[in-house]
Every structure is written in C-alpha cells, then in structure tokens.
C-alpha cells in the first residue's frame, strides 16, 4: 500500500492548542488536512493552494491563494485568490492584484477588494460589497455595491470596512455624518453689530438781521459710503461714537448758504458682512488640512510615492484645487503601491477620506 509521503521543510512550523491547529511556512504550503483540528490560521511566504475539505480561519499568503475545495475560512488575502467550482463562505476576500471567480463557484462574503476582479457569469452567490477598479461586467453574483452604493444605501461604509480590518482601493465616499460635520464649520453665524448711530449736523441758525432774505433751498441729500467705515490712518484715533458726518464747506459766496447735509446708508453697513468674522473658520480649515496631510507625510517617512509629494505641495500652496484633483492623486498613489506590491498604510486612507471631506 502505497501513501504520500510527509514532509516537514525547513520553515514550515505547525503550532498544536486544543483541538486547534497554527501553520507557518516561509515556502508555498497545500494544505490537504488540518490533522482533524480546527485550522486558526495559515501563514506562507509563498502560495496556498486549499485542498482540506472545509478549512477555516484565516489564509494569508504573499503570493497566491488558490481554493479547490469547499472551505469556510474566515479571510482570504494573497497577491492572487483564485475560487475554483467550489462552495466558499467567508467574511473577507482581499488580493493586491486580481480576485478571479470561476464558472460554477458558489460564493458568499461580506467583502472583496482588489484592484481586478473578475467573475465568471456561471459563478453564484451574494457579496455585500465588492471595492475594485475595472469595470464591472453582469454576473449572477448578486450584490456586489460599490463603496458609494453601500454608503447610499446602508451608510457606515468606513465603519463596515474598518471592522474588519480591510483597506478600500477606492477613495471612501463622503457619509451624511461627514457633510454635516463639513458644513458646520462656516455655519456659526457671525455675530450682528449695530451700526454706532449717526446724527446730521444741525444747520447754523442765521443770523436776525438776514431773516428778511429769502429763504435758502432745501439741504441736498447724496448717497455715498459711510464714512465711518472708512479705514483711518495709523497716527489719527478713530472718531468717537456718535458719528457726525458733514460734507467739506463751498467756497465762500456772496451770502450764507446752508451747508450740504450727507445721509448715512445704514442698510448698505448692516448688508455687508465684517471681514475679520470669518478669518477664524478660515485658519481652522487649514489647520485640518495640515494635520490630515501631516499623517500621510509621518506614514511614508522619506519614501513617499510620487503622487503623494504632489498632494503635500498642493495643501501647501492651492488647497482650493483638491476637490478636482483629489481621486486623480489617489489612484495614481494606490497605482505606485500596486506596483511594489504593497498597499497603503491604514493611516494613509483615513487621511485621504479626512481630505476629501474637507475638500468638499
């Protein structure tokens, strides 16, 4: 009789608990029994391929994962994860390039995210959220809600993908929660002062021997800007309150006449708003914007991807321009990531939703 022979390579660690079972191994590992325990969790430097019939718990592998048999574990992530015609219930799928489903899979997860994901039209099931960033084609997996249709739909998008411990590839969409709190930054309403009251002066009485003259015409009243709110020079105090505003006097003519008598526009003083109210709202903007920014810099030390140098000269120097460039620079960053085969630090993510909050 014949059997496989069992081979223990170098690196490979199997750590027994009651009734559990660890695996460790620096090299590709296919799993074919868990020595009837309940597999916690499997751990490889290369790839997994899946063949004990329902495995649990959680799958971690830096290359691929591939399932060939029905399995139940708690999370899959690899650099790949493959789904052969086979039944898989699990929380989380999470590859750094590609998730293929193939035809006759049947699925159901909470969560799929990677920058590719293709699934077969053959392939059933339910996904909750699927986060990816090619276009997605008709299948008969149902679901499937982009990070924005979750959001519209159930809201707590952050929160259901912080629970379990996923990082989206695309930029987080802006909840109800965070428009408010957005809005309610201006929103204090700047205190109304009362205009300091301002009084005409009185024509001079003429004098009793002139009283036979005829009467002189009637005061001109001109609009022009208070001129209380007129900056006063450095060197000059400003006018006390009340205000008393006369025109300059004519030229001396033949005879008295009455002085020109200006009128306050106390409407146009109560209409335009004080600039310096909203100087403090404006500072605390940017000092948000500082600090979101100042996360992403501490993440990535001296190292930062290309597009994020970009983004930290924009918040210094045209903060105003990030609504319209904010999704360019993320995906041009997650590009970089891709590319190392890395993803972005969770810290780097809360930053870039912080951001696109403020942006907005």
């Not at 995210?113 to 996904?127: F, K, M, W």
């Not at 409407?267 to 109210?277: F, H, K, S």
Request: one cysteine or more; proline letters at 12%.
């Amino acid at each position: 009789m014949s059997s496989t022979p069992l081979v223990l390579a170098v690196g490979a660690e199997l750590i027994l608990g009651p009734g559990t079972l660890v695996v460790q191994h620096t090299g590709d590992v296919v799993l074919e029994t868990t020595l009837g325990r309940r597999l916690v969790r499997l751990e490889s430097g290369g790839d997994v391929t899946l063949r004990a019939p329902r495995s649990t718990g959680v799958i971690v592998a830096k290359g691929s994962v591939k399932v060939e048999s029905d399995t139940d574990a708690d999370e899959l992530r690899g650099d790949t994860v493959e789904l052969g015609a086979v039944e898989v219930n699990t929380r989380v799928i999470v590859a750094t390039k590609r998730i293929v489903i193939r035809a006759g899979a049947r699925v159901s997860a909470d969560i799929l995210v990677a920058p590719e994901i293709l699934i077969d039209p053959n392939a059933q099931g339910r996904v909750k959220l699927m986060d990816c960033m090619n276009e997605r084609q008709p299948t008969k997996v149902r679901g499937c809600l982009s990070l924005s249709e979750y959001e519209s739909d159930h809201g707590g998008v952050a929160d259901f993908l912080a629970r379990r411990g996923v990082t989206p590839i695309n930029a987080l969409p802006i909840s109800a929660e965070d428009t408010d709190r957005v809005d309610a930054i201006p929103a204090k309403p700047a205190p109304v002062v009362a205009p300091a009251p301002v009084e005409a002066a009185p024509a001079p009485e003429p004098a009793r021997a002139r009283m036979a003259e005829p009467a002189p015409p009637p005061p001109v009243y001109t609009r022009e800007p208070a001129v209380a709110r007129a900056p006063a020079p450095p060197a000059i105090e400003p006018a006390p309150v009340p205000v008393v505003v006369a025109a300059q006097p004519p030229p001396p003519p033949s005879r008295p006449v009455a002085p020109t008598l200006v009128s306050v526009d106390v409407e146009g003083v109560d209409d335009e708003p004080a600039p310096p109210i909203r100087a403090a709202p404006q500072a605390r903007h940017q000092t948000q914007l500082r600090r979101a920014w100042s996360r992403i810099e501490e993440s990535y030390g001296k190292n930062p991807p290309a597009a994020v140098r970009r983004l930290g000269e924009m918040v210094a120097q045209s903060p105003s321009d990030l609504q319209d460039h904010l999704d360019v620079i993320w995906r041009d960053t997650l590009r970089e990531h891709i590319a190392r085969g890395t993803m972005p630090p969770r810290p780097v993510i809360l930053a870039f939703h912080a951001l696109k909050s403020l942006a907005a």
